[in-house]
């Protein structure tokens, strides 16, 4: 069925699980090093691989972390907490159970506001924060690279023990069509947070952020709760939006048949945009959770949070509030900023002394235009204290848009500063009132036809005449200058 017939036919209900890599010095449980990008089974010790005798010590670090993250969220935080034993076998996990929270939580009870690309804001009830360990890193070889049909499987446990927050909502209702858009929105949210607090790079091609998207479909917003599959480890944006849409109508599909949607969980394919089932879903009991007894509840003090409340950073949502209003920017201006991706390269550029309004121009215009062009990122390219530095010679008249993006050519290709590249290439702006005088009279005296348009009143023809003397000055001249010249010796 087509997304757009299942949607009119069925109410969606999300749910979606994100969890974090923090990004500690250290695993969650012993002194290996959490680090990205070494050679297979470096960062592990008897820990991470559950040797026997091998004993876990939770990382301070990543408690703060897991704390300031339910803070963000607007959660409570607990008093006292467990960690428990989440049992069953799986190659990446060598001590056969994962040490997780289970009824005792973190934090709990919190709530995200979601602003939607329109503008549109969509709350989502957080029901818990809650800390536990990553798994290994299983590489399946030969056939399409999934364990089903390979050859044989590798196991990296580099990543078993990485301190992760899994961040759990309620059931999020009344998105109808929109719930694909809504499922990525609230992840980059999250994600902003997490670079907001410092708590993890959050990039998610390294799977710093992951996302497991439930979905289930009713007939009416009246109606039970539907049966939900859980496309697990989505790990872009685009990928998000893609599996909600794929599952809906794939769910439709199912329903329209007759037949009954099965709870399990789902494997997404960026190749197609499809999912494939992967396994039954287990329910919580089928783990036989249990007190991890080799570890003390975690009670963080009163004192304590209060504190990290207090050094919590201005958040993402806020921020943008602030600078809207500061900037003075319209709605659409600052959703492209944001989507592109350039806000905080444009408040360092304002911070630098550009005005707001020259600092997006240059950003989201020239240095992006330069940047596809190239096929680099935005904000490698140049810094913004040159971009200031740029914005503010073409401010005091000694560069027009067309000098300056010469100007920031040379200083892309490391030539300098932009003050340097505009004096050593002889780019400013003539202010020789002479050099200029003279330009405007031989323009006036080769196009004596244009002379009489303009006296006739058809001012628009001054443009002829801009034309010859922009070439005479190497297109250094000030426009609106050479206008008034040319005015006052038509008119004189």
């Known amino acids: 069925m087509k997304y757009e017939d299942a949607i009119r036919k069925y109410d969606p209900v999300l749910g979606i699980e994100v969890h974090v890599e923090l990004g500690t010095a250290t695993k969650m449980f012993d002194a290996a090093p959490n680090s990205f990008g070494v050679g297979a089974n470096e960062n592990v010790t008897p820990v991470s691989l559950g040797l026997p005798g091998a004993l876990p010590v939770v990382n301070e670090t990543a408690v703060e972390y897991a704390i300031k993250i339910g803070l963000a969220l607007g959660c409570d935080i607990a008093e006292s907490c467990r960690f428990a034993r989440k049992n069953y076998f799986y190659p990446d996990l060598a001590k056969n159970f994962q040490t997780s929270q289970y009824d005792e939580p973190i934090a709990f009870d919190g709530s995200l506001e979601v602003e939607l690309e329109d503008g549109e804001l969509i709350t989502v009830d957080i029901?818990?924060?809650?800390?536990?360990?990553?798994?290994?890193?299983?590489?399946?070889?030969?056939?399409?690279?999934?364990?089903?049909?390979?050859?044989?499987?590798?196991?990296?446990?580099?990543?078993?023990?990485?301190?992760?927050?899994?961040?759990?909502?309620?059931?999020?209702?009344?998105?109808?069509?929109?719930?694909?858009?809504?499922?990525?929105?609230?992840?980059?949210?999250?994600?902003?947070?997490f670079r907001a607090l410092g708590v993890s790079e959050a990039r998610m091609e390294q799977g710093n952020v992951r996302a497991d998207i439930n979905v289930s479909l009713r007939e009416s917003p009246d109606a039970p709760l539907g049966t939900r599959t859980e496309t697990k480890n989505v790990n872009s944006f685009r990928s998000i939006e893609r599996a909600v849409r794929y599952e809906i109508a794939r769910q439709a599909t199912v329903l329209e048949a007759g037949e009954q949607v099965l709870q399990e969980t789902r494997h997404f394919h960026e190749e197609t945009g499809e999912t494939s089932s992967g396994r039954v879903k287990s329910d919580s009991d089928d783990y036989r959770y249990f007190p991890e007894p080799d570890l003390v509840p975690v009670e963080p003090s009163r004192e304590w949070v209060e504190q990290l409340r207090a050094e919590l950073p201005e958040l993402p949502a806020a921020k943008r509030r602030r600078l809207l209003e500061a900037w003075g920017f319209s709605e659409l201006e600052m959703r492209d900023v944001i989507n592109a991706g350039l806000l905080d390269v444009i408040e360092q550029t304002v911070a630098a002394g550009a005005e707001p309004a020259a600092a997006r121009k240059w950003w989201t215009g020239e240095i992006a235009r330069v940047a596809k062009q190239e096929d680099a990122e935005v904000t490698t390219l140049?810094?913004?204290?040159?971009?200031?530095?740029?914005?503010?010679?073409?401010?005091?008249?000694?560069?027009?848009?067309?000098?300056?993006?010469?100007?920031?050519?040379?200083?892309?290709?490391?030539?300098?500063?932009?003050?340097?590249?505009?004096?050593?290439?002889?780019?400013?702006?003539?202010?020789?009132?002479?050099?200029?005088?003279?330009?405007?009279?031989?323009?006036?005296?080769?196009?004596?036809?244009?002379?009489?348009?303009?006296?006739g009143g058809k001012m628009q023809a001054i443009g002829a005449l801009m034309g010859p003397i922009m070439k005479a000055t190497r297109g250094q001249a000030d426009a609106g200058k050479a206008r008034e010249m040319i005015m006052d010796k038509i008119n004189s």
């Open 127 to 193: 029901e818990r924060a809650h800390m536990e360990e990553d798994a290994g890193k299983n590489t399946h070889v030969g056939g399409s690279g999934r364990i089903h049909g390979a050859e044989y499987s590798l196991v990296d446990y580099n990543r078993a023990g990485v301190p992760l927050v899994e961040i759990v909502t309620r059931p999020i209702t009344g998105t109808g069509e929109r719930a694909p858009e809504v499922a990525a929105a609230y992840v980059r949210t999250l994600r902003d947070i």
């Open 382 to 455: 140049v810094t913004p204290a040159r971009v200031a530095e740029l914005a503010g010679l073409v401010k005091a008249g000694k560069l027009n848009d067309k000098l300056a993006r010469k100007v920031l050519a040379g200083v892309i290709d490391g030539k300098g500063s932009p003050t340097e590249v505009m004096e050593a290439e002889g780019l400013e702006i003539v202010q020789d009132d002479g050099a200029l005088e003279a330009a405007v009279d031989e323009a006036i005296a080769a196009n004596p036809d244009v002379v009489e348009k303009i006296k």
